[in-house]
T-cell receptor
Framework: GAVVSQHPSWVICKSGTSVKIECRSL??????MFWYRQFPKQSLMLMAT?????????EQGVEKDKFLINHASLTLSTLTVTSAHPEDSSFYIC????????????FGPGTRLTVL | KQEVTQIPAALSVPEGENLVLNCSFT??????LQWFRQDPGKGLTSLLL?????REQTSGRLNASLDKSSGRSTLYIAASQPGDSATYLC???????????FGQGTELSVKP
């Protein structure tokens, strides 16, 4: 149980295009989802916290107009990288917290974004 | 500023050896601490979760300890195997259901 999926697993796009990444909780309801970014050989950095039905809370230094987050249902959150540039190339990982179980986050397999 | 540091950054050991990975955090008022495993290009697998009131947790060959007063945690791996090769990440939570602050990870290589 408690499986989180991400789609796509990897994507290559041209500079200036927008890319949407989906994060789904497959067998549980997730009231909260988190979006992380990981650069090569570095740790995960939290970008934003997404609560179902409300606006996401962004970490300091993360541009909310560039990284659009939508959490429209209890099983789906999306991250859209708008007007992507090469410096946005990274590994994006989401995690989901089980509703009613506050301490455990389950992580998705990640999405590798490469912007040419 | 709340920071998490892991030492060493990389570790290579022969199969069968017992080893210890270290994690330190600057703000000792933690809610919980977790150890994760990450294989190359993959997501995270939770290994052990220690609540702030606990001193250690065990799962199979893994044992994680927590010393809040000194701001440290260790992950002990007994009888290491090549399949243990991965990056191990320590993450600290400061409130219930809140965000996690990750260390940089320790890249472990266990040689047969």
């Amino acid at each position: 149980g408690a499986v989180v999926s991400q789609h796509p697993s990897w994507v290559i796009c041209k500079s200036g295009t927008s890319v949407k990444i989906e994060c789904r909780s497959l067998d549980f309801q997730a009231t909260t989802m988190f979006w992380y970014r990981q650069f090569p050989k570095q740790s995960l950095m939290l970008m934003a916290t997404s609560n179902e039905g409300s606006k996401a809370t962004y970490e300091q230094g993360v541009e909310k107009d560039k990284f659009l987050i939508n959490h429209a249902s209890l099983t789906l959150s999306t991250l859209t990288v708008t007007s992507a540039h090469p410096e946005d190339s990274s590994f994006y990982i989401c995690s989901a917290r089980v509703a009613g179980v506050t301490d455990t986050q389950y992580f998705g397999p990640g999405t590798r974004l490469t912007v040419l | 500023k709340q920071e998490v540091t892991q030492i060493p950054a990389a570790l290579s050991v022969p199969e069968g050896e017992n080893l210890v990975l270290n994690c330190s955090f600057t703000d000792s008022a933690i809610y919980n601490l977790q150890w994760f495993r990450q294989d190359p290009g993959k997501g995270l697998t939770s290994l052990l979760l220690i609540q702030s009131s606990q001193r250690e947790q065990t799962s199979g060959r893994l044992n994680a300890s927590l010393d809040k007063s000194s701001g440290r945690s260790t992950l002990y791996i007994a009888a290491s195997q090549p399949g243990d090769s991965a990056t191990y990440l320590c993450a600290v939570g400061y409130n219930q259901g809140g965000k996690l602050i990750f260390g940089q990870g320790t890249e472990l290589s266990v040689k047969p």
